[in-house]
């Protein structure tokens, strides 16, 4: 039963959610469905649970959070069980999820993508069966490259000539934060940085980028 409680409640010492609060919480409040259960590994903490929703659809949720980010158990248990012993407690773990609680598995990157894959692997192989898998972990952000900082607040295109990278004597001047075209090749590597093309400019234009 405890362990039962503590995977129930272990969002509330996890890190911030971008999204609503869940449809459900074990032990606190709406319909649980499977297993609800947590988990130490050597990145950190996650743990994962089941709801039905309204419609009947199952959902899978999980949270993480690395070693050193985590909250005592002691602490988060007493914080919940205050939370459920006030005059409306589901009102206040649901706003205490969408306020400070919960996890960052979605735009997660080092460390914390590390617990928060540990996190989807388990609730995968424990997804109820009657029901549809859970999610897969979503793919990584894209990266973004932007034209670099500068004092004049522009910076001076240079010209791909036989493959080499030359400076022109009328560059086209673009503003400082300008999108990249990062897929667009070739790129070329100097000791300024990286020089790349820009999406709506001649092909065999480059401009110094840096990553976003």
Same mark, same amino acid.
């Given at each position: 039963?405890?362990?039962r409680?503590?995977?129930?409640?272990?969002?509330?010492?996890?890190?911030?959610?971008?999204?609503?609060a869940p449809p459900c919480?074990?032990? #606190?409040?709406?319909?649980?469905?499977g297993?609800a259960?947590?988990?130490r590994t050597?990145?950190?903490w +996650?743990?994962?649970?089941f &709801?039905?929703g309204a419609?009947?659809n199952?959902?899978?949720?999980v949270? /993480? !959070?690395?070693h050193?980010?985590c909250?005592?158990i002691g602490?988060?248990?007493d914080k919940?069980t205050s939370?459920?012993?006030?005059?409306s407690?589901? *009102?206040?773990?649901?706003?205490a999820?969408d306020?400070?609680?919960?996890?960052? &598995?979605e735009? /997660?990157a080092g460390?914390?993508?590390?617990v !928060? *894959?540990q996190?989807?692997a388990a609730?995968?192989a424990?997804?109820?069966t009657?029901?549809p898998?859970?999610?897969t972990?979503p793919?990584?952000? /894209?990266?973004?490259w932007e034209?670099?900082?500068s004092?004049?607040?522009?910076?001076p295109?240079?010209k791909?000539?036989?493959?080499?990278?030359?400076?022109? %004597?009328?560059?086209v +001047?673009l503003p400082?934060g300008? #999108? !990249? /075209?990062?897929?667009v090749?070739?790129?070329?590597s100097?000791?300024?940085g990286?020089?790349?093309?820009v +999406?709506?400019q001649? %092909? *065999?234009?480059?401009?110094? !980028?840096?990553?976003?």
């Open positions: 039963m405890l362990r409680f503590i995977a129930g409640v272990l969002f509330a010492v996890l890190s911030g959610l971008a999204q609503a919480v074990p032990a #606190v409040y709406g319909t649980q469905v297993n259960d947590y988990a050597d990145a950190g +996650h743990a994962y649970f &709801c039905r419609s009947g199952v959902t899978a949720h949270i /993480a !959070c690395v050193g980010s909250l005592p602490t988060f248990v919940v939370m459920k012993r006030g005059q407690p589901v *009102d206040t773990v649901r706003a999820w306020a400070e609680f919960g996890n960052k &598995c735009t /997660a460390a914390l993508k590390t !928060c *894959d996190a989807y609730a995968r424990n997804f109820p009657d029901t898998p859970a999610p972990p793919p990584p952000p /894209a990266e973004v034209i670099a900082p004092t004049s607040g522009q910076r295109s240079r791909v000539v036989n493959g080499q990278l030359v400076t022109m %004597a009328s560059p +001047h400082v300008t #999108v !990249c /075209a990062a897929a090749t070739p790129t070329f100097t000791t300024a990286t020089w790349m093309a +999406h709506s001649t %092909a *065999d234009l480059r401009w110094l !980028c840096r990553k976003k």
